[in-house]
């Protein structure tokens, strides 16, 4: 089905389809497509293109083996702003905040690496127990 009704919205930066209701009544996807009685209206945005391909990349092999790392990063940004604050900013400042965020994850570093550590003691003892 086509449209010739469209207008850009300079807000929202997009375009605007507008199909009647006599084009929806007459489609035969209309079940699938629309429950509004007067017809449809689509907005595709200039990023449209830049959103389709980032989908269609998504589904690749290459995306599945990237996020594998991406992960373990977001939980350890999750870790800083949920347990160590790192949502605000504590002292005004770019160099002062800047400190924040790197005296914020050297802890969370130095804690990662104690964790490791006793957890490899604790198995070296359990071994000449043993």
């Not at 389809?17 to 945005?45: H, W």
């Not at 996020?67 to 999750?78: D, L, M, Q, S, W």
């Amino acid at each position: 089905m086509t449209t010739d009704k469209r207008t850009y919205h300079e807000n929202s930066q997009a375009w605007i389809y507008r199909f009647p209701k006599e084009a929806c009544q007459a489609c035969e996807l209309r079940e699938t497509c629309t429950k509004n009685k007067n017809g449809r209206t689509i907005s595709v945005n200039k990023y449209y293109q830049v959103q389709m391909d980032a989908l269609a990349y998504s589904k690749t092999e290459e995306y599945k083996q990237e996020i594998k790392k991406r992960c373990p990063i977001e939980g350890t940004g999750a870790e800083l702003v949920y347990h160590h604050g790192l949502r605000r900013a504590r002292y005004w400042g770019t160099l002062k905040v800047e400190f924040q965020a790197v005296f914020t994850a050297l802890a969370v570093n130095i804690k990662r690496w104690a964790r490791i550590r006793l957890a490899s003691l604790k198995t070296a003892k359990i071994r000449h127990a043993v």
